[in-house]
Structure formats: C-alpha cells, structure tokens
C-alpha cells in the first residue's frame, strides 16, 4: 500500500507528522480512512494503525482478529489470528516453492538444495546410521509441558544480563512450551525465551515472599528514581500470571550419561528461538559438545550434560516447537533429500570452566551471523558455558562410520529469516498502551 510520500515542503510549511508515531519524517505510506487520508513514515506504522483502529483479517483464514495477532514482517507485513495458521500458511509457502523448484528442475535447471516443510526423525536417523539419544539423559519432562500463558501476562523473571536481579517481565511471543520475555522498562532488543518449567520465571510475587526486592533490569531507560513508581504503574491492572500455570522444573540425570554421535535437538544460542538437529561431538566429565548438522562449526558449543537447551529427538514435534532442517541438504538420495553428513570437527575445542555459575540465568547475548533474530539474542535456558569461537574446519571426523563422514563441499543455505513477532505492549514506558488488546 505504498505510495504518496509526504505533503508538500514549500517555505512556511511544517513538515507533517506520521499518523502513528508522530514523528516528522517522509510519509511513504497512505490510508483512506472515513473520507480522509492519514499519511505514515513506514509500513509498520500502518500496520499498527489499522491493528489499533480498524477491523484486522487472518491472512489465513481471513475470520476477524479479535485479540493480540500473530504478525510476521519479512517479505512483507502479514496478520494471522493464531500460531496455527501461521504455520499452515508457511506450509503452504513452502509447498509453493518447492513445487516451483520441481518445475525448474524438470526444466533442466539443476538445484542444489531442496525446500520441505516436512523432517522425518526415523527417516533421517536411518540415512545417517546414527542413534537418538534417550530422553532419560536429559534434563527435560517426558511429555513437554503444557504451556496456558497468554500474551502480555507478566511475571517475575531473572535478568539475562545479570542474574543476580530479579525484574517484571512481560510475555511478548511464544513457540510450543517456551515463552519469548521482554523486562518491563527495558527495549526490545534484549529479549529472551525461557521454557515455562523454568526456574529462571515466577509468578509476581515470588521475589517478595523469599525476603527480595523487584529491580530494574540492566538497561533502565527512566530515572533510578522513578522506578517504584514505574513499578506501581506497570502492575496496576496488568494481566498477572497465575501460580497455577507455572511448571516444576524437573530434576536432573544422576550423571553425565552422553556418547559421541548420538543425535539430539538442540537450541541454537546464536538464534535461541530455533532449534535445530544436532550431535554430540564430544564428552568430557560433566560436560557436552554440541555440533549443528550441516554447519561448520560456528554455532557449535559446550553446554552442562543437564543444560534446559538441549532436547531429545521428537521433542519439538511433541511440544508444538518448530524444529529447523538441518543446513546442508545436498543429498542425491533419500525420502527427503538430506543425506546431511556429519562433521564432527577433528580438533574440539577445549570446555569452559567446569564450575558453573553460582546465579541463574543465561549468557551475555551475542550477535548472529546465520539468520536475523529480530533483536532476540539471549539463550532460552540457563547458559552454563560461554559460546565458543568457530570450530577448526570439519574436514575429517572423530568417528569411524563412513555415513558420517565430512560433506562440506556445498555451502549450507540460511535457515528461515522470517520474522515472527506479535503485537505487544511497550513495556518501556507506562504511558504508551497496546495499539490492540484482548
């Protein structure tokens, strides 16, 4: 809906303001709204205009969005009315493309990677002659847990960037049982995601009754002083988060049980909101090296053997999680085409320091350089290692099975980089509202 760009700038004239934010910049966008044309500096202040003031469909299913949407901003700003149908229309882009893909290949024009919505556990467990590892070796419930919070709940939460404070904070998107948190009086650019049997979250309240104080997070963008106030505003009337729907986190395994090569799913840090298909690479006492299929060894780390980022096969199918494909796909056979080879790097780099931190929480965020995170950069769960530097070229394996054997020839295709955010509450500030409520 691009199009009228700006009002005019003769002498005299006060250059017009954005609709929605107010801010004198070069309206790029237009809108007919009862007989009048609101002008507007970008398309996701239109988008939020028409979210706080007009009728919003389901690109989908095309019913009336009735409360907070599920909005994706890459290629394009779109509406869904809930989680499902953003991923049935993401199912039915990717079965698009593909079919295009199909159509050139019969064309003659060779492809080197093959899109699908679809990753079979069994099917890629048999192609690369490897095992799963057993869901008792990790530190996660048999039957991922049930996940009742509602976009913008508040509740108590560990400040990522230092976890000795413990800071309101605001649900602002989830995926299956993990909720993506923003601390109120902080920016978006320092979100995180933890599981909803965490430790790390309470519900408001907890932090008082065990003899603390709520504090700022890190980052504060009011006065120090201003924050009880801050924080007397902020909870009036907010939507808390029951105690009933927080989860027991459960207990770990007696002992560090891992083997090289066994398969696992497993949170990308770099990117925490995908997980990914990986192996361990190494073991040393209580700790885990963990490898991505299919890359070469940037994101790979070393994690506590009862770290909450690493999950058994089929979890994510189970939770409701998407589960990322593995990065190289260029495979010539195959029900899927991924005859992904594992390279497990020949040289692991050495672990961190065996003792853990003595606070919860998780690692300083870090940069991406595989697929934009939409200023989300902190681990889901409790970070007991730092993340390593890039591994040394995978070019020979640790393990004598020639299935997973190095394939590196082919340089692996970034994972999806569409963004997925929902409308939320800024939680910077108390005197902006939702542009949509409940």
Same mark, same amino acid.
């Given at each position: 809906?691009?199009?009228?760009?700006?009002?005019?700038?003769?002498?005299?004239r006060?250059?017009?303001?954005?609709?929605?934010?107010?801010?004198?910049?070069?309206?790029?966008?237009?809108?007919a709204v009862?007989?009048?044309?609101? @002008?507007?500096?970008?398309?996701?202040?239109?988008?939020?205009?028409?979210?706080?003031?007009?009728k919003?469909?389901?690109?989908?299913?095309?019913?009336?969005?009735t409360?907070?949407?599920?909005?994706?901003?890459?290629?394009s700003?779109?509406?869904?009315?809930?989680?499902?149908?953003?991923?049935?229309?993401?199912?039915k882009?990717?079965?698009?493309?593909?079919?295009?893909?199909?159509?050139?290949?019969?064309?003659?024009f060779?492809?080197?990677y093959?899109?699908?919505?679809v990753?079979?556990?069994?099917?890629?467990?048999?192609?690369?002659?490897?095992?799963?590892?057993p869901?008792e070796?990790f530190?996660?419930?048999?039957?991922?847990?049930?996940?009742?919070f509602?976009?913008?709940?508040?509740?108590e939460?560990?400040?990522?960037?230092?976890?000795?404070?413990?800071c309101?904070?605001?649900?602002v998107?989830?995926?299956?049982?993990?909720?993506?948190?923003?601390? @109120?009086?902080g920016?978006?650019?320092?979100?995180?995601? #933890?599981?909803?049997?965490?430790?790390d979250?309470?519900?408001?309240g907890?932090?008082?009754?065990?003899?603390?104080?709520?504090q700022?997070?890190l980052?504060?963008?009011?006065?120090?002083?201003?924050?009880p106030?801050?924080?007397l505003k902020?909870?009036?009337?907010?939507?808390?988060a029951?105690?009933?729907i927080?989860?027991?986190?459960?207990d770990?395994?007696?002992?560090?049980l891992?083997?090289?090569?066994?398969?696992?799913?497993?949170?990308?840090?770099?990117?925490?909101?995908?997980?990914?298909?990986?192996?361990?690479?190494?073991?040393?006492? @209580?700790?885990?090296?963990?490898?991505?299929d299919?890359? #070469?060894?940037?994101?790979?780390?070393?994690?506590?053997?009862?770290?909450? @980022?690493?999950?058994?096969?089929?979890?994510?199918?189970?939770?409701?999680?998407?589960?990322q494909?593995p990065?190289?796909?260029?495979?010539?056979?195959?029900?899927?085409?991924?005859?992904?080879?594992?390279?497990?790097p020949?040289?692991?780099p050495?672990?961190?320091?065996?003792?853990?931190?003595?606070?919860?929480?998780?690692?300083?965020?870090?940069?991406?350089? #595989?697929?934009?995170?939409?200023?989300v950069?902190?681990?889901?769960?409790?970070?007991?290692?730092?993340?390593l530097?890039?591994?040394?070229?995978?070019?020979?394996?640790?393990?004598?099975?020639?299935?997973?054997?190095?394939?590196?020839?082919?340089?692996?295709?970034?994972?999806?980089t569409?963004?997925?955010?929902?409308?939320?509450?800024?939680?910077?500030?108390?005197?902006?509202?939702?542009?949509?409520?409940?």
């Open positions: 809906m691009a199009g009228v760009g700006g009002k005019g700038s003769g002498k005299g006060t250059k017009p303001c954005c609709a929605w934010c107010s801010e004198k910049r070069d309206l790029k966008y237009c809108l009862d007989h009048q044309k609101k @002008d507007f500096c970008s398309e996701m202040c239109l988008h939020d205009y028409k979210t706080a003031f007009l919003v469909t389901c690109t989908f299913c095309e019913c009336e969005i409360k907070n949407p599920v909005v994706i901003t890459e290629p700003i779109k509406d869904f009315c809930s989680q499902q149908c953003l991923q049935k229309h993401n199912a882009e990717l079965s698009s493309q593909l079919d295009k893909q199909k159509s050139k290949q019969s064309s003659g060779q492809f080197q093959e899109i699908t919505g990753f079979d556990w069994d099917v890629y467990l048999k192609e690369c002659n490897a095992t799963a590892a869901a070796w530190k996660q419930n048999t039957v991922p847990p049930k996940n009742e509602r976009i913008g709940m508040k509740l939460a560990f400040d990522p960037r230092n976890t000795t404070s413990t309101i904070a605001t649900v998107g989830m995926q299956g049982p993990v909720l993506r948190l923003r601390l @109120d009086g920016d978006n650019k320092n979100d995180f995601w #933890r599981l909803v049997d965490s430790s979250i309470h519900p408001i907890h932090c008082e009754k065990n003899g603390g104080m709520l700022p997070p980052g504060f963008r009011m006065n120090a002083s201003s924050w106030m801050f924080l902020t909870l009036n009337g907010a939507d808390i029951p105690s009933s927080f989860m027991k986190e459960p770990s395994p007696p002992r560090n891992f083997e090289v090569g066994v398969k696992l799913e497993a949170v990308d840090r770099k990117n925490p909101h995908l997980i990914c298909p990986a192996t361990i690479g190494a073991v040393k006492d @209580d700790m885990i090296f963990i490898t991505f299919g890359w #070469r060894g940037a994101f790979d780390y070393w994690c506590y053997y009862d770290a909450r @980022d690493i999950f058994p096969v089929g979890w994510c199918k189970a939770s409701g999680h998407p589960l494909l990065g190289n796909k260029a495979g010539s056979s195959g029900k899927y085409k991924i005859k992904v080879q594992v390279s497990l020949n040289t692991v050495p672990p961190p320091p065996v003792s853990k931190p003595p606070s919860p929480g998780s690692q300083t965020p870090s940069s991406s350089t #595989r697929s934009r995170s939409n200023g950069s902190s681990n889901m769960e409790k970070t007991h290692a730092q993340p530097q890039q591994a040394v070229s995978p070019s020979s394996t640790v393990l004598e099975n020639e299935s997973i054997a190095s394939n590196i020839d082919c340089k692996p295709p970034s994972p999806s569409t963004k997925v955010l929902v409308t939320e509450p800024d939680t910077s500030s108390v005197s902006k509202t939702s542009p949509s409520g409940d």
